[in-house]
Each structure stands twice: as C-alpha cells, then as structure tokens.
C-alpha cells in the first residue's frame, strides 16, 4: 500500500496532468458558448451562454453550415474506410509476420516502419501533382490511400506485437481438436485478438481522423475537404469579426466521436491490457 | 483405439538441421509409450509429428491401418495434452473441454455435450470449476483440464508433450498416478514425451529413450534399467545416474581405480589389444555398493570389498548416498566428458555416488569398506559405447514377462470397469 505521502504527491501530479490536457478542452468548450462581440473581452467562461456558434454551422440558416456539414461528411467517410482498409489489411499481415517465416519478413517491418517514421510534409507537394495528373486531387480516394500510409505501418505493428503475444499452441490446439485451420483461427485466435484489433482500429482512425496536412493540401473542395481543413476556411459574420467562435463549436462536434468511440470500445482496450495469461 | 506404426522417419528442418535421423518405432493398442531423452533430442519433434503439427521428411507413420502423413492433424483423430496447457483463455472450464465435441458440427446435441463434458469433468474432479475461466485456476486444475479436453472425445491415441513440467513436485506424482490410473481405465494408446526419468520409468509400459534424433533403445522400464544396449541409455536411466569408472582389462582381471575385480565373462571373451590388455568404462549403479560392516559373513565372499575416502555423505532417510572422488584414466575422459554433455549434465568432478544402506555408519571423511557384487558391473566399449555385458536373452525375457503384465492389468481394470458399470 502507498503511503499518505506517495498518495498525496500522486494526487498533485494526477491534478497537474488533468489541468495541462484538460485547460485547453475546457476552453475551447467555454468559447465555444461566448457571442461573437464577447470574444475578447477576456473572460475565461462567457458572460451570456449562448448557441449561436453552434447554429451557424449546424443551424438550417448558418452561414457555416455549407462548409462544416459537407465537411463532417467527408471526415467520417474517409476516416472510417481508410480504418477499415488498414485493420483488415494490417490483421492478415501482422498475422502472416507473427506466425510464418518467410523472405523478406524484416523488410515489411522496416519498410513499414520507415514509411511511418517519413515527414508527411515533404511528400505533400509531389504528391498533389501526381494526384492532379491523375485525376485523384480533391477526391475521398485521394485522401484514403496517404492516410492509409499513415495507418497501415502503425496498425502493423502494434497487431504484429499482439499476435506474438497469443501463443502458438492455442491454434494448434484447435487444430488437433478437430478444426480446420480457419476455424482454429476464427475460434481460438480472433476472440483474443479481438480486443488487440478494436485498440489497433481506435489508433488508426484518431490518425486519419486529426489529419491536417494531406486535408489541406489534397482537397479544394467540399467534394473531399475533411474538418480540420475546413476549420481553416471558416469566416467571421464580418471582416472585424474573428471566426474563432465557430471553430470552437466545430472543435467542440468533431470530439464528440472521439470521446464516443473511447467510451465504446473501453472495455475491449482494457480487457486487451490485461488478457492474455495462459500459464501464469 | 488404434496402433501407432512409425517406420523410418526422419525430420530436416529448413537449414538442413537433422531433428529426427530414422526413427522406426511400434506403438501397440492400447500400450503406454514414453518418448524420453535429454533436451534436443527430438523427442517433441516426433510427437508433433504424429500428431501432425510438424510435417514428415520422410518416412511413413500409420495410425492403425492408414498411412497419415499427409492428413491435417484434424483428421488423424488424436488427442494432445500440450506443455503448456493450451487453455482457450475467453472460454469457460466447460467450453474448453466442449469445444473439440462442438467443433464436430451437429455430431452431438447439446443434451449430450453436457452429458459427455459432465462425465469428464466427474473423472477428473472438475464439476466445480465447470463456470470458471482459465486464468483463475491453479495450475493443476489447468492441467486436469487440458487432459479433460482429450478424453472428451473419443480419441485413437492420446499424445502428451511434457504435461507435468509446470508443476511442482508434489502435484507431478499425483498427476503422474492420475494419468496412469485413467490410462489404465480408458485402455488407449499414448505417446508420453518427458526427458524426466522417473516419469518415464513409473508411467511407461515401454520406454523409447532418443539421442540426437535417433532412437538408442526400446524396451520396458525395467528392461532398460538392468539391460542397456549402450552407455548413453545407461547413464541417462536411474537416479542417481550410474557410475562411470575406467576399468583396465588384464586378463581376466579389470583393474578399477579403487581396487580389482573379476572380468565377466562376455568381456573376457571379446578379449583385449595386442598385448592383451584394454581400457573400458565399467558401469556400477549406486545400490550395487554397500557397506561392508553391515554384510552377513556369507554374502561378503561374494563380491570384492575396497577401501574407500568418502568425500560427502547425504542421509536421506531410506537410503545413505557417500560420495567417493576418483581419478579417472585420460583413455576414457573424453568418452565420459562426452558422455556427461550428451546427459545434460555439469562436466563437474569425477566421483562415486554410492548408495548405502539408512544405518550405515559412514560419515563425512571416513576411510569405509564398500563392497561390491562384480555380477551387476556393466562393462562398456569406450569407442562404441557398447555394452559388452548385455544379454539379449535376459532383455527380450524381462519384455516378454512385461508386456504379459501389461496385459493382465489391462485386463484387471476393463474387469473393473464392467463390474463398475454392472453395479
């Protein structure tokens, strides 16, 4: 048991982490609720609570409205097929590099490693003329494949490091029980790769999700333009009038997936952390 | 039920790194056989390829009448205990052992998978884990539930891979006597593959002892204890080992270095070198020795006593083990250092392990008598390996009686069993 020191100083800490990552949430969420003419009159909470923010780009009359919807759309469109491909593909490969030995095994991972690892804004530039030339520019597709580069090699890795973890035996096992090799699979290594797959899958979209750089740089339009490229685009009701109240707003809706997401797939991360004991 | 028939099998993995070199091995219905020998034997190699999770280089195995090569492990209808249990973690105790009955789609209804789950769990003492997961059981339990899932089934042959190394002393003998009781009961083959002696010579109807990948000896338990084809299976059966000493043939004297005893006489016929004189490796077990001051006058005549500085003694309440420093013969060292890696053993100094009677006197440091019968001596090629003194007529006389001794008590528990169910 920790002592009333250790627990008293763990508590500081604990207050002092939560304030550094929660101060800036909050604060967008108050502003999010201030009027247009009190953003600056220095505040931390509005005086007058207030929805206008959140008609503007939400509202039937908002004067955002155009810009966010087509916007969220896009967002969740591309983040969840660009997840979905990268699960469905990193499971096959990280299943392939846990469990067979075969050339070139060492290359996918350095390979993968090195595409995770490269600076995404030295490719953006080459990639919007190919993309230009061949028709991908300001389409779902164009953003789908660069996010997949950023997903793929992350999604590899951390299922390969998972399905390390599951032993051997279990499907061989299944195998000597009675199943074929794809039942040994579905039965004996899914349900504890399970929870591996939905963490791996979370990281995946929060990735393509937050992307700005291929956002901005890829899409010109409403016809691909993801969120946070399009925060970018927001204007006030008037020159002298700053958007920033609207951004919030939007900051404010596009967490809100994220925080449903963590609260669903809770349990499955937790049981993936302390699953996994055969021997013990 | 079914025989388990390997002919010549061989194994090569990838790098051309020889697992298994030409093992022929004849499993009968019914028969409990050991597959033992020291780590990196190629003991598990060859279990896994029966049960076909490795694939065979060449060779043929046959279970029963069939040639099962190249049928998936699904198909060859064998159950296996794995080293490490093999659990399905998410499922619960009755799932786990269910799960080979439900995997056989629509062969069995729910009334009787429940039935058949309840009945192996009663033989292994499991009803009151039934809901319980895997990972909240000790590690017996898991053992007993891993065996649970190979008797549920109606299995040809059940294969264990080193069940009982996982546990701690105690368990392991009630283990050990629970696998033989049901093995018994149940009537069905099993391979058995341990590198531990005991488990080999207390469960084994036969014992299959491997060395590199190739096969040294078959034969009972008792066969191999007082009938060893070679020094390797000789050393590597009884504990504590058998002790190792160069011996100087000289005619029909062996010169050992404690003191002189009478060649026998298969050594003195395989003669010695040019000038009559060769050195070998006799072998003495330690219960061959004992303490000359506790021998009726008649007996000690019989055998050769020597002086001897006994280094260290362990009394052990049955048994007084003395051990006793010797200098070996630089003719034979190798041969033994050899020997000594083959065994897994330490390469530590050369001694006597002397077992002797609980009362014996014989303290640290003592100069005791020991006597010694000449007619246990084994005397072995130092070349070869060769057991110059092995008796073929003894050995197939000592199987013989064994496998009628297998047969009776198989027999005494099917009477059982029907009288059991009669009731």
């Keep these: ?280 | 039920m079914a025989s388990i028939t390997l002919k010549d099998i061989v194994k090569k993995y990838g790098d051309g790194f020889p697992a298994v070199k030409g093992v022929s091995l004849d499993i009968k219905d019914g028969e409990f056989v050991i597959l033992v020998g020291p780590s990196g034997c190629g003991k598990s190699t060859l279990l896994r390829m029966i049960v076909g999770l490795e694939d065979i280089t060449s060779g043929d195995l046959y279970i029963g009448e069939t040639r099962m090569n190249d049928r998936a492990p699904r198909d060859r209808k064998l159950a296996m205990v794995f080293q490490n249990y093999a659990l399905y973690p998410h499922l619960t105790v009755f799932e786990n052992i269910a799960f080979p009955l439900r995997l056989t789609k629509g062969q069995f209804s729910e009334d009787e998978i429940k039935r058949k789950v309840e009945t192996a769990a009663a033989t292994l003492e499991l009803q009151d884990h039934l809901q319980r997961k895997p990972a909240n059981l000790s590690g017996g339990q898991r053992q007993r539930v891993a065996m649970g899932r190979a008797i549920v089934r109606d299995a040809d042959a059940f294969l264990f891979d080193e069940p009982l190394s996982n546990l701690d002393a105690k368990l392991r003998g009630q283990m050990r006597t629970e696998i033989a009781r049901m093995q018994r009961r149940m009537g069905t083959t099993t391979v058995y593959v341990t590198h531990d002696q005991t488990e080999a010579m207390t469960l084994g109807d036969r014992v299959a002892v491997l060395r590199k990948g190739e096969l040294q000896q078959v034969a009972s338990p008792r066969g191999l204890y007082e009938q060893p084809v070679n020094l390797f299976v000789a050393g590597f059966i009884g504990s504590p080992p058998m002790n190792f000493v160069p011996g100087e043939l000289d005619g029909d004297t062996l010169h050992l270095p404690f003191g002189d005893m009478p060649a026998p006489e298969a050594v003195r016929r395989s003669g010695g070198g040019s000038d009559g004189r060769r050195v070998l490796v006799v072998g003495i077990r330690p219960e061959h020795f004992e303490d000359a001051s506790l021998l009726e006058e008649g007996k000690k005549d019989t055998g050769v006593t020597f002086e001897a500085n006994v280094d260290v003694t362990e009394w052990l309440g049955s048994d007084l083990y003395a051990y006793v420093p010797f200098e070996t013969n630089p003719d034979v060292a190798k041969t033994l250092e050899e020997l000594d890696r083959d065994l897994d053993g330490e390469g530590l100094r050369t001694q006597l392990v002397v077992a002797l009677s609980s009362e014996s006197r014989v303290r640290d440091g003592d100069t005791a008598t020991i006597w010694l019968d000449p007619a246990k001596a084994m005397v072995f090629d130092p070349e070869s390996g060769e057991n110059l003194t092995f008796d073929a007529d003894a050995a197939k006389e000592i199987d013989a009686q064994n496998e009628v001794d297998r047969k009776a008590s198989l027999e005494r528990a099917h009477a059982r069993e029907a009288a059991a169910a009669a009731s």
């Design chain 1, 1 to 280: 048991m920790m002592t009333t020191r250790q627990r008293v100083a763990w508590g500081v800490i604990l207050v002092l982490v939560m304030v550094w990552a929660l101060f800036p949430v909050v604060s967008i969420f108050a502003t999010s609720f201030k009027l247009p003419s009190e953003l600056n009159i220095g505040t931390f909470w509005p005086k007058t609570w207030t929805t206008t923010n959140y008609e503007q780009i939400l509202g039937p009359d908002g004067s955002a409205r155009d810009l966010f919807l087509p916007a969220l759309r896009n967002s969740i469109g591309i983040s969840l097929i660009s997840t979905a491909v990268a699960v469905v593909l990193a499971t096959i490969a990280a299943y392939a590099i846990a469990r067979l030995d075969f050339p070139g095994k060492r290359l996918v991972l350095t390979t993968a490693l090195g595409v995770s690892i490269f600076p995404v804004i030295s490719i953006v530039t080459p990639l919007f003329n190919v993309w230009r030339n061949i028709g991908l520019y300001d389409t779902w597709l164009g953003l789908i494949i660069p996010y997949l580069s950023l997903t793929l090699p992350i999604s590899i890795w951390t299922l390969a490091a998972f399905f390390r973890q599951i032993p051997w035996e279990l499907e061989q096992a299944a195998q000597v029980d009675g199943a074929t090799s794809w039942q040994a699979f579905r039965k004996a290594i899914v349900p504890l790769a399970a929870p591996g797959v939905f963490t791996t899958a979370l990281i995946a979209f929060f990735i393509a999700w937050n992307d700005f750089v291929y956002g901005i740089s890829l899409t010109s339009t409403s016809a691909a333009r993801p969120v946070p490229a399009a925060l970018a685009f927001f204007t006030g009701a008037s020159q002298f009038e700053e958007p920033t109240g609207a951004i919030s707003a939007a900051a404010v809706v596009v967490t809100i997936p994220v925080v449903i997401l963590v609260l669903l797939f809770q349990r499955q991360i937790v049981s993936g952390l302390t699953q996994g004991a055969v021997k013990g």
